[in-house]
């Protein structure tokens, strides 16, 4: 059973941080990307980072500058630094592990980010 578990949401005021983690468990190998995705009040979900085995990231525009994703192949595990935290990043955040081919890959039960202003 494949299971992955987000961690470090919780509520923040407008320009503080937060570090989110996702540990991935289980039996899966191969896993080409790990992501973090969003999913606010009466939206869909949408790509917050994404980042390859090979380390490479691609950020949404709303979230350049401000955070940055990185992982550790070998322990499965993913980051999103989140820093100058805005309200409009209030949302549940979802960690996402695919292979090359996975069409959806595996998904957490995600972790709440509230930031106030």
Known sequence: Q???VESG????QAGG???LSCV????IFGIMTMGWYRRAPGNQRDLVATITR???ENYADSAKGRFTISRD???KTVTLQMNSLKPEDTAVYYCNA???LDRD???GQGTQVTVSS
């Not at 949401?9 to 923040?12: L, T």
């Not at 991935?24 to 039996?27: D, E, I, K, L, M």
Request: glycine share 24%; aromatic share 8%.
């Open 24 to 27: 991935v468990s289980g039996n």
């Open 17 to 19: 941080s937060l570090r």
């Open 9 to 12: 949401g919780g509520s923040v």
């Open 98 to 100: 695919r292979r090359q």
């Open 73 to 75: 192949n070998a322990k």
């Open 54 to 56: 090979g380390g490479s």
């Open 105 to 107: 890959g595996f998904w």
């Open 2 to 4: 494949v299971q992955v």
